[in-house]
């Protein structure tokens, strides 16, 4: 089945500095990505729309130049955090649909985000 | 986006059956029922999706009712390994630039 392959798995860094995520379609080509960020003992929730060769569509509430995301490739897209903050301290997940149908989306296996 | 409802937790013991419960009252004409499984610090994984009646895989089977208002998750045979989160989401199978919105999901303990 499709893979999506996400680095780093965790991540520790100071505040005031950016952190990069790098979400990879493995086997197939994804037009569009999707951001998730998951705190302890909550449900996925959904962040941005990640688009190959436009701009991301953000949820309401989430911060666009905070959080930015690149969507360069068919099988590459990032999300930076910028000017990390402890409160974004958080597990990062992204996901895109491969090319079977019947198989749902496929999932990457998350970045936990430290911020100290 | 349909919205689902399903139990907060449910707990089994090794070798029993589980069948946890999913309604999803607006669901629309072209959504499909997909559940998902994630342990801790993972992504979710696909487990099975379907459109109405029975859908069975190598490891649950999906039980849609003609109204498609519900349906339920059945994993034979439980063991410790399946102690999870699971999540119904409704989603519409073309297309891959479809949003997901989880919902709380059900905690699965499995116990010997």
């Known amino acids: 089945g499709a893979v999506v392959s996400q680095h780093p798995s965790w991540v520790i860094c100071k505040s005031g500095t950016s952190v990069k995520i790098e979400c990879r379609s493995l086997?197939?080509?994804?037009?569009?990505m999707f951001w998730y960020r998951q705190f302890p003992k909550q449900s996925l929730m959904l962040m941005a729309t990640?688009?190959?060769?436009?701009?991301?569509?953000?949820e309401q509430g989430v911060e666009k130049d905070k959080f930015l995301i690149n969507h360069a490739s068919l099988t590459l897209s990032t999300l930076t955090v910028t000017s990390a903050h402890p409160e974004d301290s958080s597990f990062y997940i992204c996901?895109?649909?491969?090319?079977?149908?019947?198989?749902?989306?496929?999932f990457g296996s998350g970045t936990r985000l430290t911020v100290v | 986006l349909a919205k689902t409802t399903q139990p907060i937790s449910m707990d089994s013991y090794e070798g029993q059956e589980v069948n946890i419960t999913c309604s999803h009252n607006?669901?629309?004409?072209?959504?499909?029922i997909t559940w998902y499984q994630q342990f801790p610090s993972q992504g979710p994984r696909f487990i099975i999706q379907g459109y109405k009646t029975k859908v069975t895989n190598e490891v649950a089977s999906l039980f849609i009712p003609a109204d498609r208002k519900s349906s339920t998750l059945s994993l034979p045979r439980v063991s410790l390994s399946d102690t999870a989160v699971y999540y119904c989401?409704?989603?519409?199978?073309?297309?891959?630039?479809?949003?997901?919105?989880f919902g709380t999901g059900t905690q699965l303990k499995v116990e010997l």
């Open positions: 989401l409704v989603e519409k199978l073309t297309g891959g630039g479809n949003k997901l919105t």
């Open positions: 990640s688009n190959e060769g436009s701009k991301a569509t953000y």
């Open positions: 086997d197939f080509q994804a037009t569009t």
């Open positions: 996901s895109a649909r491969g090319q079977g149908l019947g198989e749902g989306y496929t």
């Open positions: 607006n669901i629309a004409t072209n959504d499909y």
